[in-house]
């Protein structure tokens, strides 16, 4: 029976580790290739850094990557903007007015992204609007400010619903109280929306392709142009190792500071019985 | 005129209406109207009468639901034993299988099709096998993370009685296990079913254009500049996935939408 138990929990590991490994191969030979100045993947020419040095070159790509910085950094604060204040009215709003609101705003949600890209299209070609980073900024707001909204409304839902009505009590204007009262109680939903929105707008292909001026480019649209026709440009290798590098570490950090966080609130509970 | 909090929404439902609601008009109602802009039925016609059109969207399907399924087949187990404490106790690991979402997609699609032709299998002689192995590389991680919340959420004590009555483990899989988690598995679904049907950059990086999914298809008629056939195609997406929502609601009373992991 032991033995059983031991050979059940070896299947379970290696089942683990070979999905993970599978997984990750493509990107792992990215990055084993991205030291290497070799044109050809599973060429190795010795180790070498001449990649990440071609990377800094490249002045195409590090435009991409500026604009990709740019309309995801723009879109985020903008749509955080948007979408807080869009639940915090809709929160203290009647229940006619929350019920079509709610839906609209799963709209984008569900909705496949060559829909709102072409819905988009459609909407500018008929207002005979001119591609710019405006259209762009449209698209990606369309595309992340939903998900701010449903991040910061459950933290109203779980506020203390009177701790607003005791600071106009206690003199407070409306403004000051929302400021210095509620919204220190929805920081937290509005950070994961501002990171959420961050997220969808890097990795963001179809809304940008549809709605982007012709020389625009992100890192998405530049790499897909070239890898419609030949493999991946020697230098992006180099790009995704630092990519995965920063998103290896951001995810790890979250982890960690998540759990303590979950360790935390685990200990109080305890605590409190 | 005096400030009210709900006049805050004001900007957030205005921006909606203009860039969400009306744009969806737009498609319905160029679905509906013939280049010169009168009302017809046209596109409905033109769609149906051609069997290239109902073949997309057939083939479509069949690479949904294979792509749907595989991902269920091999993220199921890996939740299974992600969500189970005697295997597993580090949440890294969870994160590890959720992360990949977060690298840039066009750059992970290009790394796998260049790695299968490296290993030998080409993406122009293979086409329908790269572009499932495409999929499923890439809706994977969305898979396991509703499974793995249900999974988490589940009564092992139901298991444990369910085996203590006797059910052998092949039973207690199928009636107590399955049914526990049928909530995560219709999220699950969804997350892969409805987004394959409409994805066009995986099969056509993965395919070398062999394989044309609806999504690359209402992207080739706009590239066209037929308006009026890509929005009625468009339509029927919309409609597609109505149904889907529609379909999910009533299995998952407690799903309540977004991607909140935080």
Redesign the interface.
């Known amino acids: 029976m032991v033995r059983w138990e031991r050979f059940k929990k070896i299947l379970a590991k290696t089942y683990i580790y070979l999905v993970l490994l599978l997984m990750y191969a493509p990107i792992l030979v990215l990055v084993v290739y991205s030291f290497t100045d070799s044109d050809q993947l599973g060429i190795w020419n010795g180790f070498s850094f001449k990649l990440y040095v071609d990377l800094f070159k490249n002045e195409s790509l590090m435009d991409a990557f500026g604009n990709t910085l740019l309309i995801a950094v723009v879109s985020g604060i903008v749509s955080t903007i948007l979408g807080t204040l869009g639940a915090i009215g809709v929160f203290y709003s009647e229940k006619r007015f929350r019920q079509p609101v709610e839906t609209m705003t799963q709209l984008p949600v569900v909705n496949a992204e060559i829909v709102m890209a072409l819905s988009l299209a459609i909407l500018f070609k008929v207002l005979n609007t001119r591609y710019s980073f405006l259209t762009l900024l449209v698209g990606h707001l369309v595309l992340t400010v939903a998900f701010v909204y449903l991040n910061v409304k459950p933290k109203l839902m779980q506020m203390d619903p009177f701790i607003y009505e005791a600071a106009l009590d206690l003199g407070a204007s409306p403004r000051y109280a929302l400021f210095k009262v509620v919204l220190p109680e929805i920081l937290p939903g509005i950070f994961s929306g501002f990171l959420i929105s961050l997220t969808l707008s890097l990795d963001d292909f179809v809304i940008t392709q549809y709605l982007k001026e012709p020389s625009f480019e992100t890192v998405s649209t530049y790499i897909q142009k070239i890898v419609a026709k030949h493999p991946i440009p020697p230098e992006v290798r180099a790009l995704s190792t630092i990519l995965f590098a920063i998103v290896l570490v951001f995810v790890l950090a979250i982890t960690f500071y998540n759990n303590n966080k979950a360790i935390k609130l685990l200990k109080a509970r305890r605590g409190r019985r | 005129m005096k400030?009210?909090?709900?006049?805050?929404?004001?900007?957030?439902?205005l921006?909606?209406?203009c860039?969400?609601?009306?744009?969806?008009l737009?498609?319905v109602y160029?679905a509906f109207t013939n280049k010169g802009g009168q009302l017809s039925i046209d596109n409905l016609i033109r769609f149906f009468s051609d069997k290239t059109n109902v073949d997309v969207l057939l083939i479509s399907f069949a690479y949904a639901i294979i792509n749907t399924f595989i991902c269920l087949l091999?993220g199921y187990?890996?939740a299974m034993?992600?969500a189970?404490r005697?295997?597993?106790k580090s949440?890294?690991?969870v994160?590890?299988?959720i992360?990949?979402?977060?690298?840039?997609?066009?750059?992970?699609t290009?790394?796998?099709?260049?790695?299968l032709?490296?290993i030998g299998i080409s993406t122009g002689a293979h086409s329908e096998l790269t572009t499932i192995i495409g999929l499923v590389?890439n809706y994977?991680p969305f898979v396991v993370l509703p499974l793995y919340t249900t999974m988490l959420k589940m009564d092992r004590s139901q298991i444990e009685a369910s085996l203590d009555l006797g059910a052998n483990p092949f039973h207690t899989f199928f009636k107590t296990i399955i049914p526990m988690t049928m909530p995560g598995i219709v999220s699950a679904a969804t997350m892969v079913f409805?987004?394959t049907?409409?994805s066009?950059?995986i099969s056509?990086?993965l395919s070398e254009y062999n394989v044309v999914l609806f999504?690359s298809y209402?992207?080739l008629y706009?590239n066209q500049a037929d308006?009026n056939f890509?929005?009625f195609m468009?339509l029927i997406?919309?409609l597609l996935?109505g149904l889907s929502?529609f379909i999910t609601r009533k299995f998952s009373k407690d799903d309540r939408?977004?991607?909140?992991i935080?």
């Open positions: 400030f009210r909090r709900k006049y805050l929404s004001i900007p957030y439902v921006f909606l209406v860039f969400v609601v009306i744009p969806v737009f498609i160029y091999i187990p890996l034993v992600l189970n005697k295997y597993n949440s890294v690991l994160m590890l299988f992360m990949p979402m977060w690298i840039n997609f066009i750059i992970r290009s790394a796998t099709r260049d790695v032709n490296w590389y994977l409805m987004p049907l409409s066009y950059v056509d990086i999504g209402i992207d706009f308006w890509g929005s468009a997406m919309l996935i929502v939408g977004g991607r909140s935080w």
